[in-house]
């Protein structure tokens, strides 16, 4: 399977035998080399760079190389809550609802929880393959004991 977005990798690094469909698996040719750190450097913009979606209508599905953004801006009028599909393999990003008409967002992935997003708020998700759920978050020290 071609991987291509850094939510397509896996954390066992045996497992990672291409990037982007270029192989990297043991015995991989050294011409490949280069087209691979090329992919991996794009992997990393991707995620460095926000992914800016125009709401045009109600139902949005995004792409993996969108979802896999470290934020995704929501923009435009959907006309009314819009529900935004993330791929089943999205892992966790920041979303800022900035809908101009005062839609609500709502993020699946088509399966399971689902996390609305009031207009004008933002916040942490994270997806496990099937629910979408708030990324707990912790305030760091309140400098008391």
Same mark, same amino acid.
């Given at each position: 399977m071609a991987r291509d977005s850094v939510q397509e990798c896996s954390s066992t690094a045996s497992n990672n035998t291409d990037v982007g469909g270029i192989s990297t698996a043991p015995g991989w040719s050294p011409a490949n080399v280069g087209p691979a750190a090329r992919q991996i450097m794009a992997y990393l913009?991707?995620? =460095?760079?926000?992914?800016?979606?125009?709401?045009?209508?109600?139902?949005?599905? &995004?792409?993996?190389?969108? *979802? !896999?953004? #470290?934020?995704?801006?929501?923009?435009?009028?959907?006309? =009314?809550?819009?529900?935004v599909t993330l791929p089943a393999n999205a892992g966790m990003? &920041?979303?800022?609802?900035? *809908? !101009?008409? #005062?839609?609500?967002?709502v993020l699946t992935t088509g399966s399971g929880n689902t996390l609305a997003f009031p207009a004008g708020c933002n916040g942490y998700y994270q997806c496990d393959g099937t629910n979408v759920t708030v990324l707990p978050t912790e305030t760091i020290g309140t400098g008391k004991d």
């Amino acid at each position: 399977m071609a991987r291509d977005s850094v939510q397509e990798c896996s954390s066992t690094a045996s497992n990672n035998t291409d990037v982007g469909g270029i192989s990297t698996a043991p015995g991989w040719s050294p011409a490949n080399v280069g087209p691979a750190a090329r992919q991996i450097m794009a992997y990393l913009a991707n995620f =460095a760079l926000p992914a800016t979606v125009a709401l045009s209508s109600t139902a949005i599905t &995004l792409t993996a190389q969108q *979802a !896999s953004a #470290g934020a995704i801006f929501l923009t435009g009028t959907p006309g =009314a809550t819009a529900t935004v599909t993330l791929p089943a393999n999205a892992g966790m990003g &920041l979303v800022h609802n900035r *809908a !101009s008409d #005062g839609s609500s967002v709502v993020l699946t992935t088509g399966s399971g929880n689902t996390l609305a997003f009031p207009a004008g708020c933002n916040g942490y998700y994270q997806c496990d393959g099937t629910n979408v759920t708030v990324l707990p978050t912790e305030t760091i020290g309140t400098g008391k004991d």
